[in-house]
């Protein structure tokens, strides 16, 4: 995927956590969405990103890029 629309995602999902009263909630939001449900290879390429430049990524959006983890595997009965 083209890094310009990874960007615009992340970006997205940071302008719907904004909303959060509590700036912790905000940014733990935002890397419990990127790490749940982004591609493993989609966080590969932000985090990547973020590591070069990150220019165009909003300050809250990098912040909670810092703290993304890999997903824990789902149980399956």
């Known amino acids: 995927m083209h890094i310009e629309r990874l960007v615009k995602m ?3 999902i940071g302008d719907f956590f904004k909303t959060e009263p509590n ?3 905000a940014i ?3 890397a419990t969405h990127i790490a749940r449900f982004w591609d493993p290879r989609m966080r590969e ?7 070069k430049d ?3 990524l909003d300050e809250i959006v990098r912040e909670a890029l ?6 824990k595997p789902r ?3």
Request: net charge negative; aromatic share 4%.
């Open 10 to 12: 992340a970006n997205d």
């Open 66 to 71: 810092g703290r993304v983890t890999a997903p």
């Open 45 to 51: 390429q932000i985090l990547e990103y973020l590591k």
């Open 28 to 30: 733990e939001g935002i």
């Open 23 to 25: 700036r912790v909630d």
């Open 75 to 77: 149980h399956t009965a």
């Open 54 to 56: 990150g220019g165009e």
